[in-house]
């Protein structure tokens, strides 16, 4: 079983940044895909970020060139940087586990781009 939990949301303007974390416990995530995923009010989740256990990177079009996800197995944490951040990126950022078909989720951190 893994537990996640994720940090780093907050209040930012427009073309600011953050840079959201999220640390498993209960089980290493070294073979695990890594993902962050983001639900607006009235929308669907969506990938937004992902990482294969071999480090292979993807991203929603809509965020390539800002964020970067990365990851640091010996502290079993994944990050989301993101950059130039606009309004529509404003939703409740959700980091994901996933091997063999089994996906895990975190709680969910909320993430408001707003002057």
């Known amino acids: 079983q893994v537990q996640l939990v994720e940090s780093g949301g907050g209040l930012v303007q427009p073309g600011g940044s953050l840079r959201l974390s999220c640390t498993a416990s209960?089980?290493?995530?070294?073979?695990?895909?890594m993902g962050w995923y983001r639900q607006a009010p009235g929308k669907q989740r969506e990938l937004v970020a992902r990482?294969?256990?071999?480090?292979?990177?993807n991203y929603a079009d809509s965020v390539k060139g800002r964020f970067t996800i990365s990851r640091d197995n010996a502290k079993n944490t994944v990050y989301l940087q993101m950059n130039i951040l606009k309004p529509e990126d404003t939703a409740v950022y959700y980091c994901?586990?996933?091997?063999?078909?089994?996906?895990?989720w975190g709680q969910g951190t909320q993430v408001t781009v707003s002057s």
């Open positions: 209960g089980s290493t995530v070294r073979f695990y895909a």
């Open positions: 994901n586990a996933a091997e063999l078909g089994i996906n895990y």
């Open positions: 990482s294969t256990s071999a480090g292979n990177t």
